[in-house]
């Protein structure tokens, strides 16, 4: 029988502004799993990123399943109960409806689900970043599944060398989801042409082509889309099965030494460098910079291992500094051309009120008749 990885997450509050949540929040929301999850869920394991917390659950009913997406919008709302008394900031800010219809699609928290036919053995990642949106993830997922200069299984395993197949979405249509299917490699110039506009277009899950299976779901959501103004970033989380017929986990994780600007930190405005940082990780430097964990677990019949911190190795300090280095230069320019984000994605309504008002202030100087 097929087991689903279901990873839903949420920021209800925090401690300090856009920080982290309480250690009492991130316990509530845990014990609310706990004690409701059994028997649909087999496993669950809680962690946040920044002001994020994330529900990882294994269970057997497949995805979009309304009682396990109920039990997490139960356990955020439990969460928010705590924050408001608490006094955290954002209390349940991303919770934006207020009752729960079936799904968690669409009401503010952001899912990924993988749904499989278990392998002998089942190593995953699990990816959580804060202070960025989904497109955060289209480079990296780029260059682990069609770039064998990053990924030399593609040319030295059989199966992977097959090549996979990317679902994209089109994040700016609100309607329903507007997807385009494409395979790499043969296709790999087309899919580039989508994902280098990461704020537009977003890989929403990725599939091999040697056996069918699913290698890859990001959360696609768009906040600003559902709420139709902004209430926070759409911090995305992403679940990654790896080795076998799927890239290696240092295939996977090795992008992620580049620090690649994205879209996000302060007021979700700006273009920051991604850093990858442990587990359980907060924010500070200028709402940011935007962060990715990443921690490693197998599974069998639904049961989890205990978290592997993928980027708490000493390998990524050195990363860390010069993508530390990178969001001090950048921001010397303030909010200067290409630090901030463009017009169409600032997520503060503000500054285009104010462009049209000044807009109107503007004239056309008459143009000089002839000489005198
Ligand atoms: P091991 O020989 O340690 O299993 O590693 C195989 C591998 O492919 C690592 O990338
Ligand atoms: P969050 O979306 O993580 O709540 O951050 C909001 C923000 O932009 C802080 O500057
Ligand atoms: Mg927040
Ligand atoms: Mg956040």
Redesign the pocket.
């Known amino acids: 029988m097929k087991i689903t990885l279901s990873v839903i997450k949420a920021d209800v509050g925090s401690i300090g502004g856009h920080i982290a949540p309480s250690r009492r929040l991130v316990e509530t929301v845990a014990q609310h799993v706990g004690r409701n999850g059994p028997p649909l869920v087999i496993d669950t394991q809680i962690s946040h990123t920044g002001d994020d917390i994330a529900i990882l659950m294994t269970h057997r009913q497949g995805a979009g399943d309304p009682g396990i997406h109920k039990l997490a919008w139960d356990a955020f709302l439990a969460g928010t109960a705590v924050a408001k008394e608490q006094g955290l900031y954002g209390a349940g800010q991303d919770l934006l409806r207020d009752a729960f219809s079936g799904n968690v699609k669409g009401m503010g928290p952001a899912v990924a689900e993988l749904e499989f036919e278990e392998r002998p053995n089942e190593p995953f990642l699990f990816f959580a970043a804060d202070k960025t949106d989904p497109g955060a993830f289209n480079l990296p997922l780029y260059l682990a599944f069609a770039d064998p200069m990053n990924t030399p299984?593609l040319i030295l395993s059989p199966n992977i060398s097959k090549g996979f197949r990317f679902v994209i979405m089109d994040v700016n249509h609100t309607e329903g989801d507007r997807v385009i299917e494409l395979v790499a490699p043969e296709q790999s110039y087309d899919i580039a042409t989508l994902l280098r506009d990461s704020e537009r277009y977003v890989v929403e899950s990725i599939w091999s082509r040697a056996t069918g299976d699913q290698a890859v779901a990001v959360a696609t959501s768009r906040l600003h889309n559902i709420a139709g103004k902004y209430t926070g970033k759409d911090d995305p989380v992403m679940l990654v099965r790896v080795?076998m017929n799927f890239p290696?986990?240092?295939?996977i994780l090795a992008p992620y030494s580049i620090g690649h600007f994205v879209a996000g930190g302060m007021r979700g405005s700006h273009q920051m460098p991604l850093m990858p940082v442990p587990l359980n990780t907060g924010i500070s430097y200028f709402d940011g910079p935007p962060i990715v964990s990443c921690a490693a677990l197998a599974e069998h019949q639904g049961k989890l291992t205990e978290p592997l911190d993928c980027f708490a190795h000493p390998f990524w300090n050195t990363v860390r500094d010069r993508v530390a280095g990178k969001a001090i230069e950048m921001r010397r320019q303030g909010f200067f051309g290409a630090a901030m984000l463009p017009m169409s994605e600032l997520e503060y309504t503000g500054i285009v009120e104010e462009l049209g008002s000044l807009d109107k202030r503007f004239v056309v100087r008459p143009e000089r008749s002839g000489r005198a």
């Open positions: 299984g080795q290696a986990t240092g295939e």
